[in-house]
């Protein structure tokens, strides 16, 4: 399995513009969460699924962000309008579950807004 | 509120030494502690973890200790290594199903050969 793909790496965009990430999880993986990374707050979790179903949204900061796991391959974070305080590097990542207790991070998109 | 505390905020070691990064928790239903290791411009991966019918944890030049009582636990690097210049992440999570990882905030670890 080539692990969890996140697409853009980068993206650079302008204040109110929507931004859309995207996540394939590793095959078979049960849970998939969506990280937000800055050097004020390190790793915060933003939102979790579990067989396609968001289960813990309490991390996502602002209704301008939302997301959506369509089916067990995909998934995507949305922020709308975007602002420059939402740049960072967003992580998804992927799980078993149960009683497999790793993480598997993808690589993350570098978001810039200006 | 945080729930886990994660020091120092960063490390600079010598080649050969010891590097100590120590994580705090207070949620006493935490009961898996993983530390995760990225390299710049990667995804954290696992490094190590430990559940707390152990108090102790190695593999290779990597050591957790953990104390319950103190609900603290630290990671050791034994002959640190350039190759080891990373951020390291502790966290902790509780079972009931699911393993939904809460990080410290990261330390910044350079070694210098």
């Known amino acids: 399995d080539a692990g969890v793909i996140q697409s853009p790496r980068h993206e650079v965009t302008e204040m109110g513009q929507e931004v859309t990430l995207r996540c394939k999880p590793i095959?078979?993986?049960?849970?998939l969460f969506w990280y937000r990374q800055t050097m004020m707050r390190g790793l915060e979790l933003l939102i979790y699924?579990?067989?396609?179903?968001?289960?813990?949204d309490s991390g996502m900061p602002e209704d301008r962000f939302s997301a959506k796991m369509p089916n067990a391959s995909f998934s995507t974070l949305k922020i709308q309008p975007s602002e420059p305080r939402d740049s960072a590097v967003y992580f998804c990542?992927?799980?078993?579950?149960?009683?497999?207790?790793?993480?598997?991070f993808g690589q993350g998109t570098r978001l810039t807004v200006v | 509120q945080q729930q886990v505390k994660q020091s120092p905020q960063s490390l600079i070691v010598q080649k050969g030494g010891i590097s100590i990064i120590n994580c705090a928790y207070e949620?006493?239903?935490?009961?898996?502690f993983p530390w995760y290791q990225q390299f710049p411009g990667k995804g954290p991966a696992l490094l190590i973890a430990?559940?707390?019918?152990?108090s102790e944890k190695k593999e290779g030049r990597f050591t957790i200790s953990f104390n319950k009582s103190a609900k603290q636990f630290s990671l050791h690097i034994m002959d640190s290594q350039p190759g080891d210049s990373a951020t390291y992440f502790c966290?902790?999570?509780?079972?009931?199903?699911?393993?939904?990882?809460?990080f410290g905030r990261g330390t910044s670890l350079i070694v210098h050969p």
């Open positions: 949620n006493t239903a935490f009961d898996y």
């Open positions: 990542a992927s799980s078993p579950g149960l009683m497999n207790t790793e993480a598997f």
């Open positions: 966290a902790a999570s509780k079972g009931g199903g699911s393993y939904i990882p809460t």
């Open positions: 699924f579990n067989n396609n179903v968001p289960i813990d």
């Open positions: 430990i559940r707390p019918d152990v």
């Open positions: 095959s078979g993986h049960d849970y």
